[in-house]
């Protein structure tokens, strides 16, 4: 079946650092490609997204690239914000009996200090 | 446009007691999903709607819960005798249905903001 494994947190930051949250996938498809974002008490939020391979997706300074031959899609951000603060899910799409799956990692938290 | 909405946004109730979670998806989208997020397991698909019926039912953890969803449109989420295992925030997300053909990319789902679900 399809998987997503996600770097585990609390990953600690300052306030302009270089931010990367490391995700790999296994699934039996094509997928696409998904980072959500949760920010305390609220729902999730799609931050961006890549539909095939080497498609690059991005939002907010937030980018990813949909690397099928490592089977990656790597969040990256040059300078974080201490608003980036949140968990951040990577998760997989893929049409399953006729509708499309999500398939979610476990998230990873984001802590950015002042 | 209006996104995903939910209602109520935390509802606390007894044990044994029964809940209604409400979810309204964006307009025209024809797909619906619930899940569950509960501290320690993740994102827990419950349930899939198309249009208003329902042919994957297979995450609902039991026979308390039940969905509906009349219209096309809005959907309620049914938990019957509620246990504090189920104290939870239950999230709702809907989508256009674009992909069809089995292995290919699945379409983007866009979440509610979740109703917090607490079980004395």
């Known amino acids: 079946g399809n998987s997503v494994t996600q770097m585990e947190g609390p990953v600690t930051l300052s306030e302009e650092a270089f931010l990367t949250i490391n995700c790999t996938y296994t699934?039996?498809?094509?997928?696409?490609l998904f980072w959500y974002v949760q920010y305390p008490g609220e729902g999730l939020q799609l931050l961006l997204k890549a539909t095939k391979a080497d498609d690059k997706g991005s939002n907010k300074g937030f980018e990813a690239t949909y690397r099928k031959e490592t089977t990656s899609f790597h969040l990256e951000k040059g300078s974080v914000q201490v608003s980036d603060s949140a968990v951040y899910f990577c998760?997989?799409?893929?049409?399953?009996?006729?509708?499309?799956?999500?398939?979610f990692g476990k998230g990873t938290m984001l802590l950015v200090s002042p | 446009g209006a996104g995903v909405s939910q209602s109520p946004s935390n509802k606390v109730t007894e044990k044994g007691k029964d809940v209604e979670l409400r979810c309204d998806p964006i307009?025209?989208?024809?797909?619906l999903y619930w899940y569950r997020q509960s501290l320690g397991q993740g994102l827990e698909f419950l349930i899939y709607f198309q249009g208003n019926s329902a042919p994957d039912k297979s995450g609902l953890p039991s026979d308390r819960f039940s969905a509906e969803r009349t219209g096309g449109s809005v959907s309620t989420l049914t938990i019957q005798r509620t246990q504090q295992e189920d104290s939870a925030v239950y999230l709702c997300?809907?989508?256009?249905?674009?992909?069809?053909?089995?292995?290919?990319?699945?379409?983007?789902?866009?979440f509610g903001p979740g109703t917090r679900l607490t079980v004395l």
């Open positions: 998760a997989l799409s893929e049409v399953q009996r006729g509708y499309s799956t999500l398939t």
């Open positions: 997300a809907s989508s256009l249905v674009i992909g069809r053909q089995r292995g290919v990319g699945g379409d983007t789902q866009y």
């Open positions: 307009s025209g989208h024809t797909a």
């Open positions: 699934a039996t498809g094509y997928p696409s």
